[in-house]
Structure formats: structure tokens, C-alpha cells
């Protein structure tokens, strides 16, 4: 199972079309950006390090696959990776309060995916201050003041979805809405972006109302779509922003028997279902298992003494009804679901 999910960080890039797509993405900023290949391979401390993980939330399929990819990392190379998140992803002080409490208890490495991108940056500057690494993934600082940032290129990822709904999905004209799952994380800000981004090439595509916010309630999402389908009769697209901004519009497509499709970011089990129905007509996978175990492939740099990139690109994969059956989506999806079986 390893080898397969790191596999998915040595492929190149690929043109976005109906077929598998891993994309090499572009950076999110001016930042100069690598992939996982620049860093080393390290070897064994001689010291049992203690690392904290500090996830938004620990109630979706994707933190528990950055987890999985950290513990797998620790188990190799001998380190303790301690994962803490709070129950909800809205939790911003409960977040604060586990990184302030990993610095006062000493731990040797902070890995941080940020709810909030300028309210964490305070107890960061403690850490570094303190003398504790920190490596952010998925969700970063502005600014990056981490050792090491690995993440999607989520601007770039959602321009090239919003590119393969324009050709593929919609013929290059209509209309589409955005359900995010919130505005103030680095990863709620730059999806839309990149997919408003993406639809500026073609005029005859046109965003219709304002972006609605689901706060990763897929309960929320359900009644913001429901809505769509009643405000905006000829809606042919609604883009959800993550995992469970995307299942909320697709029970609201299926319930309705609608002929709008979906599109998104992340996927679980339930949206894999979708995919197979054709609700979900497109989907981003990112390599949470990867940014877990890459982490703590760059914590144990930083502590040796090496130069870590200030940001590192992790690929993606663009699920499409019409490639879920293909070994490289398999792949893609296993690292949300590790048991996944194609056909289940």
C-alpha cells in the first residue's frame, strides 16, 4: 500500500482530458516551489523525536489520511507523531490552544495544517522562537513563515478543473455556481479563485449569485444546492469546494433529479458513489497520505541540519466517471480510502 501512494509523487505532469490526469501543479504565489524529490532521505535519529500533528479537524476521511501517511513515516524511521485536532474545523481557538500547549510541553517538531492563515501565525513565531520546527500541509501562513509548506497547488488545481468543466461538462457555454466550505482558510480562499480563474477564458460562461459557505456541514451544503435548483433554472454546474461542500449539492442533484452536475475537491466513499452514478462528473484527489509522510520526511531534514524548500508541490489526480476503473485512480483514491477496492 505504500509503495503505491508514493508512487503518486514521482509521476509527471499530464494534460488535463477525459483520461487519468496527474498534474505537476503550478505554485499558488511567487513562492519558488519543488516537489517531493528535493528532499533527502534521511536517516535514523539517533535521538526518539516527538512531533505533534495538528490537523483541523479529526472528523474527515482526508485528515485521517494525512495521519496515516505520518504515522507510516514515523513507523519507519523511528519517530512518535501525536495527533491532536479539534472535532470541527471551525474550532479556531481550540487549534491555537493545542499548538501553544505543543510548545510549552517541549515537543520537537510541530506539522500544522492551519485553519486560519493569519490567526495561526502567532503561536508559530512562538514555536520558531522556542526552536521547533514547523512544517505546514494543505493549509498554510500568510505569510509562509514555516520551515516547509507541502500542499496542492489548490489555485492552479481548481483552474484546471474549472478548464476540463468548460470543455468537457459544459461545451464552452452556461452557467455555474460555487458552494465553499469557508472564507477564511487559505484553501477556502484560493479554490474559488482558481476556479473563477479557470472560467474567465470562456464569455459564454457566466457564475451565478454570490459564493455560498457550507461550513463543512454537508446538511448545510444540501439546502445552499437546494436552493440553486429553485433560484437558477438553467444552473448546469455547481463547483463544491471540498469533500463536504461537494456532497451536500450532489444529494441535492440526486434528490431533485436534476440534470446539473457536480464538481469538486477530495473525495470519501460517499463521493466515490457519485462518481459511479455520474452525479459527481469530475473530482480533485489530492495525496493527503503523501503531505503526511512528506512532513515528517522534512521534519527530519530541518533537524539534521539540511535546507528544506520553503514550498513543495504535491500532485493531484482528476477522477472522472470515465476513468475510475484505471489503476491510476485506484491509487489516487487509496489515499483517502487505503481499502478501497475498484468495483466495490
Not at 289 to 296: I, K, P, T
Amino acid at each position: 500500500m505504500l509503495t503505491t501512494r508514493l508512487m503518486l509523487a514521482g509521476l509527471g505532469a499530464a494534460a488535463l482530458t477525459a483520461g487519468a490526469t496527474l498534474t505537476a501543479p503550478q505554485a499558488d504565489a511567487a513562492t519558488p516551489s519543488a516537489t517531493v524529490a528535493a528532499l533527502a532521505t534521511p536517516a535514523k535519529p539517533a535521538k526518539h523525536y516527538h512531533f505533534e500533528l495538528i490537523t483541523k479537524s479529526n472528523a474527515s476521511p482526508y485528515w485521517l489520511a494525512v495521519r496515516d501517511g505520518a504515522d507510516a513515516a514515523a513507523k519507519k524511521f523511528g519517530v512518535t507523531v501525536n495527533f491532536e485536532a479539534p472535532a470541527s474545523g471551525l474550532d479556531l481557538a481550540g487549534q491555537i490552544a493545542m499548538v501553544n500547549n505543543a510548545v510549552t510541553a517541549g515537543t520537537d517538531g510541530i506539522i500544522l495544517a492551519a485553519q486560519n492563515p493569519q490567526a495561526l501565525l502567532k503561536p508559530v513565531k512562538s514555536a520558531l522562537a522556542h526552536r521547533i520546527p514547523v512544517v505546514t500541509v494543505d493549509s498554510g501562513l500568510s505569510p509562509n513563515i514555516a520551515d516547509c509548506f507541502l500542499a496542492t497547488s489548490n489555485v492552479g488545481a481548481a483552474s484546471a478543473l474549472a478548464k476540463y468543466t468548460a470543455e468537457h461538462l459544459m461545451n464552452r457555454k452556461g452557467q455555474y455556481a460555487i458552494v465553499d466550505f469557508n472564507h477564511t482558510a487559505s484553501t477556502g480562499i484560493a479554490r474559488p479563485k482558481g476556479f473563477m480563474l479557470g472560467m474567465k477564458s470562456y464569455s459564454a460562461i457566466k457564475r451565478m449569485g454570490p459564493i455560498q459557505y457550507s461550513q463543512n456541514s454537508v446538511s448545510k451544503g444540501l439546502r445552499i444546492a437546494t436552493t440553486m435548483l429553485t433560484q437558477y433554472p438553467h444552473l448546469d454546474v455547481i463547483f463544491g469546494a471540498n469533500d463536504r461542500a461537494a456532497l451536500g449539492p450532489a444529494e441535492a442533484v440526486q434528490r431533485a433529479h436534476a440534470k446539473v452536475k457536480v464538481v469538486g475537491f477530495d473525495a470519501d466513499l460517499g463521493e466515490i458513489a457519485y462518481v459511479k452514478s455520474g452525479i459527481i462528473q469530475a473530482s480533485i484527489l489530492q495525496s493527503p497520505y503523501d503531505m503526511g509522510y512528506y512532513a515528517v520526511v522534512a521534519m527530519l531534514d530541518k533537524l539534521a541540519g539540511k535546507t528544506l524548500p520553503k514550498r513543495i508541490n504535491t500532485p493531484y489526480f482528476l477522477l472522472t466517471p470515465k476513468n475510475l476503473s484505471s489503476a491510476k485512480a485506484t491509487a489516487a483514491i487509496r489515499q483517502y480510502a487505503p481499502n478501497y477496492k475498484p468495483g466495490s
